[in-house]
C-alpha cells in the first residue's frame, strides 16, 4: 500500500508537472520509489527526442537520449501522467 503524497501540503506532489514531478517522485519513500517496478509498465514517447520506449520503473531515462521521464504512483496506470524532468536534468536514472 503507497499513500504518496495524501499527507502532504507541500507545493507540487503527486500531482505536479515537469521537473518537479520528477524531483517529487525521486525523493519518495527516501528514494525507494524511483527504482520500484511500474505495476503495470507504460508505453511513453520520449518529450526530449520523440522515441517511443517502455517506462518499468517510476523514474527512468529515455535510452536513446538519457531524458529522464517519471510518473507519480498515483497515476502509475496513466501514460499521459508521464512527465519529463528536461534536457538538462542530471539525476542519475
Ligand atoms: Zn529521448
Request: one cysteine or more; glycine letters at 14%.
Amino acid at each position: 500500500m503507497c499513500d504518496c503524497g495524501s499527507g502532504s501540503s507541500r507545493a507540487g506532489g503527486p500531482y505536479a508537472t515537469g521537473r518537479e514531478l520528477v524531483e517529487f517522485v525521486l525523493a519518495a519513500h527516501g528514494g525507494r520509489v524511483a527504482c520500484s517496478p511500474l505495476p503495470t509498465a507504460l508505453e511513453v514517447c520520449c518529450q526530449e527526442c520523440g522515441r517511443d520506449f517502455v517506462l518499468q520503473t517510476f523514474v527512468q531515462g529515455c535510452p536513446s537520449c538519457g531524458g529522464v521521464h517519471a510518473v507519480s504512483p498515483p497515476r502509475a496506470n496513466d501514460p499521459a501522467a508521464v512527465q519529463y524532468a528536461g534536457a538538462d536534468f542530471g539525476a542519475a536514472a
